[in-house]
């Protein structure tokens, strides 16, 4: 385990980054949905903020969830540093807890106005691809940077679970983003369990209740538990508008609109609903 943490850049970096080939190439051979936009204005745009992402994140929140919990651990902080359990369950209920965390936390970014404005950026990219995972504002970044590291406090989760799920989760955000097509029987077997590239397009949809449907990050139960799960979008997935209907224009994409999207402009009123409630579609073709 000592290992593992050692080379926790390498592991995390070498499942990032595999992720991305595997993704690629798999747009390139089978892909979902034709991209309706400039490929180069979006690419420069989304990879941009990743880069800035990344000194931003080095620079302002130095100390990763890992370096948070192994701190917590040598300290005895967190609730799991404060029960006995076998090491097994303890690592379960730590990979567990901290994916229910983030479905709540991305639920929360919808429903607050001012995190909505943050989080937006992600949402206004008008086709979904690997790049669009990393398509988050500064802001959100800095913010659930912290946010996370406060959680691995709180938790007190094993650091080796905190690094396998904080991988496990880099590579599901490049392969949910993916624009990829799966035969629609896996699709099915796959999404009992987890998320699939089409159950998190349908968040990506212009639809508002589309929008706010299907936030989980790697399990799909949390949505059909928590009543967030939307099988299909409305039109199918080839007639589904991806983005948002208030950023349609193509300079929209350019990296200083990115950037400023959160300060300009007059949003209108979101109104949280049940999405899965509100047009059931049972799984199957779309």
Not at 90 to 115: M, N, T
Not at 194 to 207: K, L
Not at 208 to 233: H, K, V
Request: proline share 7%.
């Amino acid at each position: 385990m000592d290992a593992l943490l050692l080379h926790q850049s390498e592991i995390h970096g070498g499942v990032f980054y595999g992720a991305i080939i595997l993704v690629v190439v798999w747009e390139l051979v089978m892909a979902r949905r034709p991209l309706t936009h400039s490929v180069t204005v979006r690419w420069f745009g989304n990879i941009s903020i990743a880069l800035i992402n990344g000194v931003l994140a080095r620079w302002a929140v130095p100390m990763a969830a890992i370096g948070a919990a192994l701190i917590a651990e040598d300290r005895g902080w967190g609730l799991l540093n404060t029960v006995t359990l076998p090491a097994w369950l303890a690592a379960a209920a730590a990979f567990l807890a901290i994916d229910l965390i983030r479905y709540f936390e991305h639920r929360v970014y919808h429903a607050v106005p001012v995190l909505w404005r943050i989080h937006m950026v992600h949402h206004s990219d008008m086709d979904v691809d690997f790049t669009t995972g990393t398509r988050h504002h500064p802001l959100e970044a800095l913010l659930s940077g912290a946010f996370v590291l406060a959680v691995m406090v709180a938790l007190g989760a094993p650091p080796v679970v905190v690094l396998i799920y904080e991988t496990v989760y880099g590579g599901f955000s490049v392969l949910t983003h993916g624009n990829v097509a799966l035969s629609t029987r896996i699709d099915r077997v796959l999404r009992l369990v987890v998320v699939t590239p089409d159950m998190h397009r349908v968040h990506h949809s212009a639809r508002q209740p589309e929008t706010d449907s299907n936030y989980g990050g790697i399990y799909s139960w949390w949505d059909r538990l928590f009543g967030t799960y939307c099988a299909q979008p409305a039109g199918g997935h080839e007639g589904m508008t991806l983005g948002l209907e208030y950023f349609r224009e193509p300079g929209d994409q350019h990296l200083p609109k990115l950037l400023l999207q959160p300060f300009v402009g007059t949003i209108p009123p979101r109104s949280l609903r049940q999405p899965g409630r509100a047009h059931p579609v049972p799984d199957g073709p779309a």
